[in-house]
């Protein structure tokens, strides 16, 4: 068996082993060199070369959790990894959404470019901060009816140029 045409076919396999396991692309890389270093060394030792993909995954693993449990010896790990693990899912679900949020905003500030300064404060501080009516005439020293009335013109306001800017 060419050690070279092993490392060549099962490196991507080894690679995705490694990295989910450590969720770092560097130390997964690492963690690969380590594993075919380990393999060269105890080649002779494979009984079925048809199951060197799954030997080879076996000694990644394994390389991969004695990395993660010595860097949490140390102290090198500040995360748990179903922490890590989280962040990482939710950074990928949300980058469509932010960026939804961030264009919808801009477009809300355009059409309110006119507003009065006090519509547009309480809009902010309605939409974007989500502070109840109550909270916003405590904060701006105002009636909280007149708080709630405005606000209600305000939203009809932006809903009407809204509904010209999405139906143009």
Same mark, same amino acid.
Request: hydrophobic share 40%; with cysteine; aromatic share 6%.
């Given at each position: 068996?060419?050690?070279?045409?092993?490392?060549?076919?099962?490196?991507?396999?080894?690679?995705?082993?490694?990295?989910?396991?450590?969720?770092?692309?560097?130390?997964?890389? #690492?963690?690969?060199? @380590?594993? $075919?270093?380990?393999?060269? *060394? +105890? /080649?002779?030792? =494979?009984?079925?070369?048809?199951?060197?993909?799954?030997?080879?995954?076996?000694?990644?693993?394994?390389?991969?959790?004695?990395?993660?449990?010595?860097?949490?010896?140390?102290?090198?790990?500040?995360?748990?990894?179903?922490?890590?693990?989280?962040?990482?899912?939710e950074a990928?679900?949300?980058?469509?959404?932010?960026?939804?949020?961030k264009l919808?905003?801009?477009?809300? #500030?355009?059409?309110? @470019?006119? $507003?009065?300064?006090?519509? *547009? +404060? /309480?809009?902010? =501080?309605?939409?974007?901060?989500?502070?109840?009516?109550?909270?916003?005439?405590?904060?701006?020293?105002?009636?909280?009816?007149?708080?709630?009335?405005?606000?209600?013109?305000?939203?009809?306001?932006?809903?009407?140029?809204?509904?010209?800017?999405?139906?143009?």
């Amino acid at each position: 068996m060419d050690f070279t045409t092993i490392y060549n076919v099962h490196y991507d396999r080894v690679f995705h082993v490694s990295f989910s396991l450590i969720r770092d692309r560097q130390l997964a890389e #690492d963690n690969v060199q @380590e594993t $075919f270093i380990k393999a060269y *060394k +105890k /080649l002779d030792s =494979l009984q079925e070369s048809d199951k060197v993909g799954a030997w080879l995954c076996v000694i990644a693993t394994r390389t991969a959790i004695d990395f993660i449990r010595r860097e949490k010896k140390i102290g090198g790990c500040p995360m748990e990894l179903d922490v890590l693990d989280s962040l990482g899912k939710e950074a990928r679900h949300n980058v469509a959404a932010e960026v939804e949020a961030k264009l919808l905003k801009e477009l809300l #500030d355009e059409k309110m @470019e006119d $507003f009065t300064i006090e519509d *547009k +404060k /309480l809009l902010v =501080l309605k939409m974007e901060k989500g502070l109840k009516e109550r909270e916003i005439a405590k904060a701006l020293e105002m009636n909280p009816a007149t708080v709630k009335s405005k606000i209600h013109r305000a939203r009809r306001k932006l809903k009407e140029r809204m509904a010209v800017e999405l139906s143009a």
